[in-house]
């Protein structure tokens, strides 16, 4: 796991039906330390999925630069792990085919892949799943599939785009405590994009709020961990940081 | 009344449930009864629609005389042959269409014009490149299988979802093994569709080849005899033709389905 480097990145791109160009990321200056975990939070629109497609090298940016342990991104790579919000599941391999695939590209034997791939099933407790295809899997396991076949590969940085925002109210709880608590063991670099400003809080150590492609502010979020919804639910200081964060994007 | 008729009725669905193959024949029991009717009141004249029995005696003496399997090896042969050339140049045109904007741009409207030359279309032509032989049937066949595979396999590979090239790329596959990873399987379900659409229109193809180039074959048995007038052996082409569709059908294409787009959830069942 290496630390990220965003100095004044930019997006634009040129509007066929307006007509002029569209300037979807201004000037967005973000570092993230080794094994931190940032959530950057804003509403649709914001570019945050814009910044995060920029990171994991799937879009060109136009301005600034992106250093992934001091190297430039050019392109996609094995270094940035990406878990998409649409799952994104190889339909024709099964579970633990999915988490093998990372090591199995990188030229692991088969044996030793499929250790691996059954370790990480066994942090997120999908041992049972492993020779399940995705499709038979419900949407909340399919995304604990995700979490860990991206995480098997042992990124540098682990890109979340809105990773939970397709499953229902409850299981997102549910996941979002596991996915602390594999932080915890693991302890990647993560950046997580959201919409959602409790769920920000509950998962960061710094939040970075964005509108209209420009960071609003960047609040460090101080809470203990291991966190849980239980706990925090009437906890006075995540009312208060979230409380800060939800008007922070909603003033802009 | 209603107790014995529930009772037939689990006795039927526990019976095609051991025998699967007793559901597949249960519908042609009518059809044959009713073929079978009509001739025996001799509605239509015997010379012109003979009855169940006649074609399969005359089924019975086409085997003996070894006629009939040394015709359908033939039709199968050519087939298979066509079939085979059809995928193997098919799959590859159709992924690089399909990947590639500049090769759509620039084969696209090819494709779709040589399309529409029906297969029989070119066979005035080809009688007098190639004769009337072995060569005129195959590049007819192939010629028809390809495009269903070609056109399927482009809309295969342009359907597989953005996000499951991006989760590849971020996962290290290099730009050969996505093609394999991902492309391939992606697509494989539209493949087989048109290899289905491809087999018959092939199979079609064939049929009216060698009714008017073979000098053998299912379709020639079927023409054949229609200088002395024997609509037997004319039936029972027809059935033929029937019968060998329904088994390539449900001992190759419906598992090669059930094995791939069924099983990965990408069809519905």
């Given at each position: 796991m290496k630390d990220l480097t965003i100095r004044n990145l930019s997006k634009t791109y040129f509007d066929p039906y307006v007509g002029t160009n569209v300037t979807a990321v201004h000037d967005v200056s973000l570092k993230v330390e080794q094994g931190e975990f940032v959530c950057i939070v804003g509403p649709s629109g914001c570019g945050k999925t814009t910044i995060l497609n920029m990171i994991a090298g799937f879009i060109p940016h136009t301005g600034g630069e992106i250093l992934v342990g001091g190297r430039p991104v050019k392109g996609p790579g094995p270094d940035r792990g990406v878990v998409f919000q649409s799952f994104a599941?190889?339909?024709?391999?099964t579970v633990l085919e999915n988490v093998a695939f990372g090591p199995k590209m990188r030229g692991v034997r088969k044996v030793e892949r499929e250790k691996i791939a059954h370790e990480y099933l066994a942090l997120a407790k999908l041992t049972e799943a492993?020779?399940?295809?995705?499709?038979?899997?419900s949407g909340g396991m399919q995304q604990r599939v995700g979490v860990v076949r991206a995480l098997a590969n042992e990124p540098d940085v682990l890109l979340m785009d809105e990773?939970?925002?397709?499953?229902d109210a409850q299981t997102r709880m549910t996941l979002q405590e596991e996915l602390t608590r594999i932080w915890q063991e693991k302890r990647p670099t993560v950046i997580f994009i959201t919409h959602d400003v409790a769920e920000a809080v509950f998962l960061a150590n710094r939040v970075v709020a964005l509108s209209k492609g420009r960071v609003l502010d960047d609040i460090a979020v101080d809470l203990p961990r291991p966190r849980s919804w239980d706990a925090l639910n009437d906890d006075a200081r995540f009312k208060e940081l979230s409380g800060r964060v939800l008007q922070l994007v909603r003033s802009a | 009344m209603k107790q014995f008729l529930l009772k037939m009725w689990s006795h039927c669905v526990r019976l095609t449930a051991r025998w699967p193959s007793i559901a597949s024949i249960a519908p042609f029991i009518p059809v044959v009864a009713a073929w079978w009717i009509v001739t025996e009141l001799q509605i239509f004249p015997r010379v012109f629609l003979p009855g169940p029995a006649e074609v399969v005696r005359s089924f019975g003496s086409l085997v003996y005389m070894g006629i009939l399997p040394a015709y359908l090896q033939d039709s199968i042969v050519r087939l298979a042959v066509g079939a085979f050339w059809g995928v193997a140049l098919g799959i590859p045109l159709g992924i690089l269409v399909g990947l590639n904007q500049r090769a759509r741009t620039a084969l696209w409207p090819l494709l779709l014009f040589f399309q529409?030359?029906?297969?029989?279309?070119?066979l005035p032509i080809l009688v007098i490149w190639f004769g009337y032989g072995l060569t005129t049937i195959t590049v007819v066949i192939v010629y028809t299988v390809i495009f269903p595979v070609v056109l399927n396999t482009v809309l295969g590979v342009r359907s597989i979802p953005i996000t499951l090239h991006r989760a590849a790329q971020s996962l290290g596959a290099s730009r050969i093994r996505m093609l394999w990873e991902v492309v391939l399987p992606g697509a494989l379900p539209n493949i087989v569709t048109g290899l289905r659409n491809g087999l018959g229109y092939g199979w079609r193809a064939l049929i009216a080849t060698e009714i008017i180039v073979?000098?053998?074959?299912i379709g020639f048995l079927m023409f054949d005899p229609r200088r002395s007038g024997s609509v037997v052996e004319i039936l029972l082409g027809m059935i033929i033709l029937g019968i060998l569709w329904y088994i390539v059908d449900s001992w190759i294409l419906a598992p090669i389905e059930r094995a791939t787009g069924q099983r990965w959830g990408l069809v519905t069942r």
């Open positions: 599941l190889f339909p024709w391999r492993a020779g399940r295809y995705p499709a038979e899997l990773p939970f925002a397709s499953v | 529409a030359i029906g297969d029989i279309a070119w073979g000098t053998s074959g």
